[in-house]
């Protein structure tokens, strides 16, 4: 398959941000803004961090991605993620995510939001065995979401197949 999809066209992607210096200025869901590397810069994701995972899960997904946990803050309109994965075995698989807004009285979705990981400048189907990235994601929350609670759960996914991995909820309520 020939495709925008395969990891040597994310490299041409990822070379062409280095050399014309543009680096993340904003991201808010899955758009990103990037602008000349003289502003102030935003960290999208990190290979191999050192920040301390606050809520610990581990969650296998196909044997080859892991879902280590993540760290979370409500900033007023805005919810702030750090997700952190590790690769386990390379795989061609493209994984995306859904982050589904339950309300927890009565489980239904109210909204929801699909994401590629690592804003798909640095995709699953790249990452080298072992690797660990630490991935930030800032979700603008509805206005009829605001102050109210809700459960927040990961849907991951192969993008190009649509394979669903199982759900796992995320402990972080928006109330």
Request: hydrophobic fraction near 45%.
């Amino acid at each position: 398959m020939n495709s925008f999809y395969r990891p040597q066209n994310y490299i041409y992607l990822e070379n062409f941000l280095i050399e014309n210096n543009l680096v993340a200025a904003k991201m808010v869901n899955a758009i990103v803004f990037f602008q000349n590397a003289q502003s102030e810069k935003i960290n999208l994701f990190e290979i191999n961090p050192k920040t301390e995972i606050h809520n610990l899960l581990s969650i296998n997904i196909n044997n080859f991605i892991e879902f280590l946990g993540f760290n979370a803050e409500n900033k007023l309109d805005m919810l702030s993620f750090d997700l952190f994965w590790k690769c386990n075995n390379p795989t061609e698989a493209d994984i995306n995510y859904y982050l589904l807004f339950i309300n927890p009285s009565n489980k239904q979705v109210e909204h929801f939001i699909s994401m590629p990981i690592c804003y798909r400048i640095h995709p699953t189907n790249s990452w080298k065995k072992d690797e660990s990235v630490q991935e930030t994601v800032n979700i603008l929350i509805p206005a009829d979401l605001k102050n109210r609670d809700y459960e927040i759960v990961i849907v991951p996914y192969d993008f190009a197949s649509k394979v669903i991995y199982p759900i796992h909820l995320l402990a972080f309520s928006l109330a």
